[in-house]
């Protein structure tokens, strides 16, 4: 993995500003790599945060890449969250 990609993994993770955890998770492709760490993100603290890892889910892969584990983990995490802006978001992946 490139020293790019894993500095804004790095962020994701352990920044303890939620708009950082946000513009670093933005900043991320999906792809095989990166992609277990987007799936992560959406059980944040940070509200803003979880509905970014949605959206970057639910925009940057078709649902047949992610697997059923992960399928299920977005599902029951979405749609149990108590934000109403993360547990819409949900709705949107497709």
């Known amino acids: ?5 894993l500095a804004l993994i790095f962020h994701c993770q352990y ?3 939620p708009e ?11 792809n095989e790599e990166t992609k277990e760490y987007i799936v992560e993100r ?8 979880r509905l970014s890892a949605q959206t970057n889910i639910a925009n940057k892969v078709s649902m047949e890449a992610v697997t059923l584990d992960e399928r299920e ?3 029951q995490v979405g749609l149990t969250d108590n934000s109403s ?5 949900i709705l ?3």
């Open 42 to 49: 959406i059980t944040d603290a940070n509200e803003l945060v």
């Open 85 to 89: 802006k993360a547990s819409w978001g």
């Open 20 to 30: 950082v955890r946000r513009a670093a998770l933005k900043s991320l492709n999906m």
């Open 73 to 75: 983990k977005i599902l």
């Open 1 to 5: 993995m490139q020293i790019g990609i």
């Open 92 to 94: 949107f992946i497709n």
């Open 15 to 17: 920044d303890p500003n």
